[in-house]
């Protein structure tokens, strides 16, 4: 087609669109392209905006490396993840789920532990925490045999990945539920902590006045033939930022009663002082048990990164 107004543009687009032999792949970008053209008409973008937003996305990728994930940040600062998460989730949003955001910290392969053992690896300051957790159906029977890997942040605020100081797979393990659909393992409790922000999605923050704190979690993968591989976060009922995670991960489901215990006897004897416990369920749908693609594959170098916190704007 021989362009003769800005109409023109988006007929033509969607009329070679239909050349796509994939009918999911046409309507994805079909209406990918309809938004798109539509959006640029609604704010009368300019040239010079334009170009900034290339630079941005092209600036998305450049700061991807195997230890550091800035398009998965990107998505989540945009509430894009938390809505993708719902939409697929919940009897395909429909009813309460279990089911969060993946986030950028999840390795591949991280150790197998018995049920009972610490997934601390490295020495650590913070306090002891005890969890056990439950894999139901939407039955409510437990299941049996799901592979549940976990991973988490120290109690300083850095995953493993980005702190060259911790061991390697410090804070991460995967276990087997038993009989009744149980995990537990020792860990510390976790820290909430600040995004990075040193590139687009930083800027993003600062441009509308946002913190970028997180609020203290637990990250879960269920996975077990027949079922819909499901991730997810307990968060801290305790966190300050509940209201405003940078992410927009927290729903109600998943907000974990992290229990105080000052004076009754750890599980470990080793145990001195207070000491915290948390126990949750999850449930799972059935549907495809399938891995998703880590976001990250290996562990930073060099010197331990600076956590900078930006203020929210009243």
Not at 177 to 184: K, S
């Amino acid at each position: 087609m021989i362009i003769k107004s800005q109409q023109d543009v988006t007929t033509a687009v969607l009329a070679e669109l239909q050349r796509a032999q994939d009918p999911r792949l046409r309507e994805i970008m079909s209406a990918a392209v309809r938004h798109l053209h539509d959006f640029a008409r609604e704010v009368k973008l300019t040239e010079a905006e334009f170009r900034q937003a290339c630079d941005i996305i092209a600036r998305l990728g450049q700061l991807t490396t195997e230890s550091h994930n800035e398009v998965v940040l990107a998505c989540g600062s945009l509430g894009l993840s938390a809505l993708v998460c719902l939409l697929n989730n919940g009897d395909q949003g429909q009813t309460e789920t279990t089911a969060n955001l993946l986030g950028p910290f999840w390795r591949q392969d991280s150790p197998a532990c018995a049920n009972g053992a610490s997934i601390v690896r490295s020495p650590s300051d913070g306090v002891p925490l005890f969890v056990s957790a439950w894999v139901r159906d939407r039955a409510g029977r437990p299941v049996a045999d799901a592979k549940v890997d976990v991973w988490q942040a120290s109690s300083e605020g850095f995953y493993e990945n980005q702190d060259p100081g911790q061991a390697d797979m410090n804070l991460r393990g995967h276990f087997m539920t038993d009989a009744q659909g149980r995990v537990c393992f020792r860990s510390v409790k976790p820290a909430g902590y600040p995004i990075p922000v040193r590139g687009p999605v930083g800027a993003l923050l600062r441009a509308q006045g946002r913190h970028n704190l997180r609020p203290a979690h637990i990250h879960f993968m269920i996975h077990k033939p027949g079922y819909k591989t499901q991730y997810s976060q307990v968060y801290s009922s305790d966190d300050p930022n509940l209201e405003t995670d940078v992410q927009f991960g927290v729903t109600q489901a998943l907000i974990g009663r992290y229990v105080l215990h000052q004076e009754e006897p750890a599980p470990d004897a080793d145990v001195r002082g207070p000491w915290y416990s948390l126990e949750h369920t999850f449930v799972i749908e059935p549907g495809e048990a399938r891995l998703p693609r880590p976001p990250i594959s290996g562990k930073a170098a060099g010197e331990r990164p600076q956590l900078e916190i930006l203020p929210r704007t009243p």
